[in-house]
């Protein structure tokens, strides 16, 4: 049972991009949950700004965030994407009770190590701080190790996973219901079908994770995910952690 508490969740995130905030937007809108976003707000980005400025050395609501998103929930403030999701889990009942939610945490981890974080690293292999066009060609071998290597890894993981829970009917990661791993999955595999579209359709047509994808087409199709993905509020890919550049996808 989703409890909401202490008012609404406010989410502080960058606009014009989904980026990490994207994973806890999906989690707040599966739920139904009263929340606002600075990406949608007059002046939000000089919020962001407000708290990772150097200056800033944290307020009772707790230490400065080292970066966004955040989350702003009564007197509480909190950083970090796994983090937030972790607080947010029980509250939005989207994960089991007890030390179940350790298992689902374990999973949503993994999806952001691989789908996420290390998509990031294949247009940013050198340094965060350098433009893409002062990494391209280290930029192409991450990339095809990344396609050609570390995604099936991936794929291969969740697939294991998956396989008993599809012989028991049920689609997602973790027991009966739907929980903020499949969340993440989700996110993940969308980001990565914009950034390496013929790498991705690789791995669907080779027939090796039908599960994984079963489960991304099960979450796009949740009543209030879908409504979501086809609003205003789901803002579009662009030069955020999922970014498309054709020499980085598979070969024509």
Known sequence: MAQH???????????SIPGRGEFIRLALEEAGANYTDTAHEEGGVKTVLSLIDQNFKGDESGPPPFAPPMLKHGDLRISQTPNILLYLAPRLGLTPDGDAIYHV?????????????????????????????????????RAESYRNNRLPKYFSYFERVLEPQAAKGQPWLYGESLTYADLVLFQGVDGLKFAFPRALARLEKS???????K????????????EYLASERRQKYSQGIYRHYPELDDAE
């Open 207 to 213: 027939g090796k994770y039908p599960n994984v994808f």
């Open 5 to 15: 508490s202490n008012g609404p969740y406010h989410l502080i995130y960058w606009p």
């Open 105 to 141: 945490n374990s999973l949503a981890l993994t999806a952001l190590d691989g789908l996420s974080n290390e998509a990031h690293d294949t247009h940013h292999p050198v340094a965060s701080e350098l433009y893409y066009e002062d990494q391209m060609e280290e930029s192409k071998k």
């Open 215 to 226: 489960l991304y087409e099960a979450v796009k199709n949740r009543p209030r995910i879908k």
